[in-house]
């Protein structure tokens, strides 16, 4: 039988209710009428009261109050000081903002005997719209019930499409009765919008709230409809953002922003005696949020203005964070010299904190993507050369303190001492050595062909989640994936997240998805002993897919997860010889093109180490180094070197935070591409994955080295032929002039998708004239031969498709159905950068 509908308390002689809404606020009729027509004594309170707990409690029992309906804010306030004030209260609600569950359990054990209740009811449904009254909530709980409808009035959960939801559907919430308005007095046309008739012919306002109802008609509020935004393409909820920004140990508070091209956070200290850390925030969110979703600028804050209604005043917060970020004293800093001063001020406005003497840039919210950042417009600032950009970012990798930093900006241009080399010279054939002999064979033999269990790394990257999903569907094995994560329960969410996030949902994963927290960069790949050894006794197939993928970070920055890592994979395969399928790339053949070898076949000795550029070059080129040691030695080994792996040759879904989707960017943004021969050479993500995944579990043992490159490539010309095609005005200029278009384009935003990419449009490669990228164009990179990779796709009945208008088209109406590119005609998008770049992207610059 299904509950009463709840009623509201009803007042009566000798209750006592506080009267502390505004007004103005539709939630003081409640207060005002039902004390007064019950023959209640209404107790008015101070605004001053409502911010002080121990003032409120005073006023409490001093008038012996016992009813007390609160907004969400002051309720919050009192909770998380001094939950104990509303013990002499027999019921105390909060209404007006999401409920936080850990402060509502505060109080709940503080006060045993008062009744405490959830409202929610927007002013178009006067008053209150549904009633939760909260008692015992799970550990993990995220969010409090905004409950039943109350007796008077009505709800529906509705789809999209117009459709009833089913329970455990998501849904608007739709809210009907007797409090229902007319409309928008002198706007008929939002009236309209607004106040709808459903098929039965009932009335309803559309609150613009998602919900989920459960099976018992409980409604758990999931944020705003009208505040879902997309950042780089991916759709953000800054909702969940808050969630997750409240759940760090050290805020009490947070709202969310959404800016012309990120979020910024303001938050507010759970303690007194600290301040929130900016940085163990960041790191906190991108554990669990996608990187667009990650705050760029946090601003803390001692405690929130509130407005007349008693809510968050979200305007007020904006403007005086604007006073703030414009007046930035930064007092505890001697102003010695212009590069000081610049240095300062493109800290503080890249990360949104004022820095501190000797604070390291990446512990108070820096990440690789910042760093590009802060690099530009600090060259910006001060007049200094696109050329300067890599060495001052190696720079700030290598000494990340404001004074260090500012030093490297001081000699930027100068010529520089032996001391001052940017990067020292690496010894590629020391650092490919394995470094240890592998252990005698014992054990099981691994069975690849018919797989029990598989280790893949990188699953939350763009191609490793459709390694996962193709093992998951083309084998019965278990499939183990070690994750930059807290536990093993935030690691699965991770991946099914990024599973989720290229509509790859499997129901095997409830069941054969094993997911754990791990660390490339550690001994064991950050796993205890026990673990790994239990791994290493059970494997029957390892793909080692996950990288840290840079393309300005020294190799030195990278060493540790990219070589370090693959190491510790062979460590794991070694007893029983358990089979290695390593993702590498198609740039560690760079040095071939530079020294004039005009082909490369996939049986051809790996070398030209130093004249490699990039140092994710460089470190891909030591693993595979490093494991063909191992090969040598007994290890089965095999690798694939992709070109570019671009988007899903069917839906289009590609990974945006690429080199080439930030071309494809910065060409419909500016109306101007360069005039050189750089090649399409796309392979589809899922062609990359189907290839490897029959190779690793087929008949036929494979061969070493896999070249994953297109056959039928375009070349860049027949891309700005499209985007025109698509109604974008595009001029080509010669490279070099482009080349100047494009350092002024990111100058003016250093923000943009292009940023991190530039040093290899500027950036002269070793031994040549040639930029980065121009190392990569037609006549200089090598040919690839692909007779192996021809005849995996034979077998398999899979050949890769051309890069042809159809493949174009598709990735560009991804790009515009995201998001990520303004369609031409189209109004503007919301764009962030997100946080550092995860693991197993695998893409060729």
């Known amino acids: 039988m299904a509950p009463p509908p709840p009623r509201l308390p009803r007042p009566g002689w000798g209750n006592r209710v506080l009267h502390g809404y505004g007004l103005s606020s539709d939630a003081s009729t409640i207060e005002i009428w039902s004390a007064l027509v019950g023959g209640a004594c209404l107790v008015v309170a101070e605004r001053e009261e409502l911010v002080s707990p121990e003032a409120l409690r005073h006023r409490l029992t001093e008038d012996l109050v016992d009813i007390a309906y609160l907004t969400t804010s002051v309720f919050h306030h009192v909770a998380r000081t001094v939950p104990g004030v509303f013990a002499s209260l027999d019921f105390v609600s909060a209404g007006g903002e999401a409920m936080d569950p850990e402060l509502a359990r505060a109080v709940l054990a503080a006060c045993p005997r008062t009744e405490v209740v959830n409202f929610y009811g927007p002013t178009e449904n006067t008053v209150v719209s549904t009633f939760h009254r909260v008692r015992d909530l799970a550990e993990d709980a995220r969010s409090v019930p905004i409950g039943l409808p109350l007796a008077n009035s009505t709800c529906r959960v509705v789809r999209e499409s117009g459709a009833t939801a089913a329970p455990g559907e998501e849904g608007e ?315 093993s329960q935030h690691a699965r969410r991770r991946v099914t997240a990024a599973l989720a996030r290229y509509g790859l949902p499997s129901r095997e994963a409830e069941t054969r998805l094993l997911c754990f927290p791990a660390d490339l960069g550690a001994d064991l790949i950050g796993l205890s002993a026990d673990h790994a050894s239990d791994l290493a006794e059970r494997l029957d197939l390892i793909v080692h897919a996950g990288a840290q993928v840079n393309f300005v970070y020294p190799y030195s920055a990278l060493r540790a997860p990219n070589v370090g890592g693959t190491r510790q994979i062979v460590r794991l395969a070694a007893r029983r010889r358990v089979p290695v399928h390593f993702l590498s790339t198609a740039a560690v053949l760079a040095g071939f093109g530079s020294a004039g070898v005009r082909r490369v076949d996939e049986d051809t000795p790996l070398a030209y180490a130093e004249r490699l550029t990039l140092g994710y070059a460089e470190s891909k080129w030591v693993a595979e180094r490093m494991l063909y040691e191992a090969e040598r030695a007994g290890l089965p080994v095999t690798v694939y070197r992709p070109y570019a792996i671009t988007g899903d040759r069917f839906s289009g879904a590609c990974n945006t935070e690429t080199a080439i989707c930030a071309l494809f960017k910065m060409i419909g943004e500016t109306g101007v591409a360069p005039d050189i021969d750089l090649p399409m050479d796309f392979v589809p993500v899922d062609h990359v994955a189907d290839v490897i995944v029959n190779v690793a579990t087929g008949a036929t043992p494979p061969r070493t080295v896999y070249h994953l490159t297109n056959p039928r490539p375009a070349v860049l010309a027949d891309v700005v032929r499209r985007m025109r095609a698509a109604g974008f005005s595009i001029a080509t200029l010669s490279y070099r002039r482009w080349v100047r278009e494009l350092v002024h384009h990111v100058e003016g935003d250093p923000t943009s998708p292009t940023a991190p990419f530039v040093s290899m449009w500027v950036d002269r490669g070793r031994g040549t004239d040639l930029s980065i990228k121009q190392l990569y164009s037609e006549g200089v990179f090598p040919m690839l031969g692909r007779r192996n990779t021809e005849a995996a796709q034979a077998a398999i009945g899979k050949p890769c498709p051309p890069v042809d208008d159809a493949l174009i088209d598709r990735y560009l109406d991804y790009f515009f159905g995201c998001g990520f590119i303004r369609r031409p005609g189209a109004g503007p998008v919301v764009e962030s950068r997100g946080a550092d770049l995860l693991t197993g992207r695998g893409e060729a610059p």
């Open 173 to 487: 919430l739709y809210v009907g009765g007797d409090g229902l308005a007319l409309g928008y007095l002198g706007h008929p046309d939002l009236t309209a919008e607004r106040f709808v008739q459903v098929a039965d012919g009932e009335r309803f306002y559309r609150t613009g709230d998602r919900v989920l109802m459960g099976e018992d008609g409980v409604l758990e509020f999931r944020g705003r409809v009208d505040r879902q935004v997309k950042i780089r393409g991916q759709r953000v909820e800054p909702d969940e953002v808050e969630e997750r920004l409240r759940e760090h140990p050290d805020v009490a508070e947070a709202v969310v922003d959404v800016g012309d091209e990120h979020l910024t956070a303001h938050v507010t200290p759970a303690h007194t005696d600290r301040e929130v850390d900016v940085a163990s925030l960041r790191r906190f969110c991108a554990e669990w949020l996608p990187p667009e979703a990650v705050p760029r600028i946090v601003h803390r804050w001692a405690s929130f203005p509130v407005s007349a209604a008693g809510k968050v005043d979200r305007t007020r917060l904006r403007i005086e964070a604007t006073e703030r970020e414009a007046a930035s004293p930064l007092a505890s800093w001697p102003m010695r010299d212009e590069a000081l001063r610049c240095v300062l001020a493109a800290w503080e406005r890249t990360l949104g904190v004022s820095p501190e003497p000797g604070e390291d840039f990446f512990r108070i919210g820096g990440d690789s993507l910042l760093a590009a950042e802060v690099v530009t417009r600090t060259r910006r600032l001060l007049g200094i050369g696109a050329e300067h950009g890599s060495a001052l970012l190696r720079a700030l990798i290598r000494r990340p303190t404001v004074e260090e930093f500012t030093d490297a900006v001081r000699l930027a241009g100068l010529p520089l001492p032996p001391t001052h080399a940017p990067e020292g010279v690496v010894d590629f054939e020391a650092e490919s050595r394995l470094g240890f002999s592998l252990p005698r064979r014992r054990g099981p033999e691994p069975n690849p062909r018919n797989p029990s269990d598989i280790l893949v790394t990188g699953a939350t990257g763009f191609v490793g989640a459709y390694l996962v999903d193709r093992l998951l569907r083309g084998t019965g094995a278990r499939v183990h994936c070690p994750v930059r994560a807290r536990d």
